[in-house]
Nanobody, 120 residues
């Protein structure tokens, strides 16, 4: 599975962005898809994940109510809708794929990352 993240950019506090992660390869619909982020000088942290059927999603407490994860298996794409952005959301955002969901970053496949910068 190859992953290509896009949609990052510069946005003002309170603004919105939608990240996309396009997957190529077989069996996309069988994978759990996740979003991670890594801010400068910090470790990588899980933002959330979604299972293959979209019946089980998880978002971290620090983005709950502001970020939403969704997927379109027909388009082999997973999305991260980010609303009410804050400067502390500034980070490189990565999509990842794995057969099972994990709260750690032990995922088999990773995209290249897309930069999100929120100005105050």
């Amino acid at each position: 599975v190859q992953l290509q993240a896009s949609g990052g950019g510069l946005v003002q506090t309170g603004g919105s962005l939608r990240l996309s992660c396009a997957a190529s390869g077989r069996s996309f619909s069988s994978y759990v898809m996740a979003w991670f982020r890594q801010a400068p000088g910090k470790g990588r942290e899980l933002v959330g994940y979604i299972n293959w059927s979209s019946t089980n999603t998880y978002v971290a407490e620090f983005v709950k109510g502001r970020f939403t994860i969704s997927r379109d298996n027909a388009k082999n794409t997973v999305y991260l809708q980010m609303n009410s952005l804050k400067p502390e959301d500034t980070a490189v955002y990565y999509c990842a794929a794995n057969r099972v969901s994990r709260l750690s970053d032990n995922y088999d496949y990773w995209g290249q990352g897309t930069q999100v910068t929120v100005s105050s």
